[in-house]
């Protein structure tokens, strides 16, 4: 009698680590779920979704030495991620146009070893993670020490930001980043970010897509190309910039902002007791300054410059009302 194995059987890997780990993760199709917890516990999944891809389970390198992990595809396997990811994040042409390209070259490499397969890691608290993924969705829960992910094209959801520093890009694909007490770098080809609150710096960007971005208490640098950004708060350096798309600051306490919009209306709201200094200035739109004088603007207890440009949009700068200073 002939024994089946069943094909989504999920193949597991178990070990025992004696702390927070370092992590080197890679893997082409598929989605890949991340858990950092409590403990001691390493474990690996890898999930078929298909015969395919129970064979790729079979054929996936995984290894643990006490201090690293490594969780990656077969050799011929992992040629295609670095084509994928290398077409996207280089050569010519838009971010679409490279995803495409990224895309179709890892088809044709994978020609005759296709397979879904998921992955399911977790590791301790506090490890330090570098993943890359190719065209499934990435979520990543539980507190680390770093985080670095890059995926070709899919969303990539962070619940809480690593507490060192945290870098995600995808090609094409949305990205969410809970609170981060580090630095963070996220960026897209074609998606919307949300983001933050942020302790250190945010550098963000995407091609085309909106950014939400909680207050920020580092340097903050946010671009799109065709898209809105709106910046929870500011406190120190920033700069904001959209090809087409409006920007709203919804509570400046103090810094330096330099906000500019090809085609779209920039807005900011200034706290209470904040003295402001404006330079302004729109090729077709109006201008609109509402800030009552502050009586001893050289003794104010925080002092804001706000630069606006816009070439089509109006430029608005506003009080904030006392209940949002306050929230």
């Not at 399911?120 to 969705?137: H, I, K, T, W």
């Not at 990435?138 to 619940?159: C, N, Q, W, Y």
């Not at 080809?189 to 580092?218: N, Q």
């Amino acid at each position: 009698m002939t024994e089946h194995t069943d094909p989504h059987a999920p193949i597991i890997h178990e070990f025992v680590a004696e702390g927070p780990v370092d992590a080197d993760l890679r893997t082409l199709r598929g989605d890949v779920v991340l858990r950092a917890e409590a403990g001691s516990a390493l474990r690996v999944e890898l999930r078929p979704l298909d015969r395919a891809g129970r064979e790729l389970a079979e054929r996936m390198h995984v290894a643990f030495d006490q201090q690293r992990l490594v969780v990656d595809h077969p050799e011929d396997e992992a040629q295609d991620l670095d084509d994928l990811l290398e077409s996207i994040a280089s050569g010519e042409g838009t971010w679409g146009e490279r995803l495409s390209r990224g895309l179709r070259a890892a088809t044709r490499g994978a020609a005759g070893r296709s397979g879904q397969l998921d992955l399911v890691v977790v590791l301790p608290a506090r490890s330090r993670v570098a993943l890359r993924a190719g065209s499934g969705d990435v979520s990543v829960t539980g507190a680390l020490a770093r985080l670095e992910v890059g995926a070709g094209a899919g969303d990539i959801t962070v619940e809480r930001g690593a507490d060192e520093s945290v870098r995600v890009d995808s090609g094409a694909g949305d990205i969410s980043v809970g609170p981060t007490s580090g630095d963070l770098r996220a960026k897209s080809g074609s998606g919307d970010l949300h983001l933050g609150p942020v302790g250190g710096a945010a550098k963000v960007s995407t091609g085309a897509g909106d950014i939400v971005l909680g207050p920020v208490g580092g340097h903050v640098a946010a671009t799109t190309g065709a898209g809105d950004v709106d910046l929870a708060g500011l406190s120190g350096e920033a700069t904001v910039t959209t090809g087409t798309g409006g920007i709203t600051v919804r509570l400046a306490r103090s810094g330096h902002l330099r906000a500019r919009s090809g085609v779209g209306d920039v807005t900011v709201h200034v706290a209470p007791g904040t003295a402001t200094r404006v330079d302004l200035a729109t090729g077709l739109g109006e201008r609109d300054v509402r800030l009552a004088p502050v009586e001893g603007a050289g003794d104010a207890e925080r002092t804001l410059v706000v630069e606006g440009r816009t070439a089509k949009g109006d430029l608005r700068v506003l009080r904030a009302e006392t209940e949002s200073a306050r929230s």
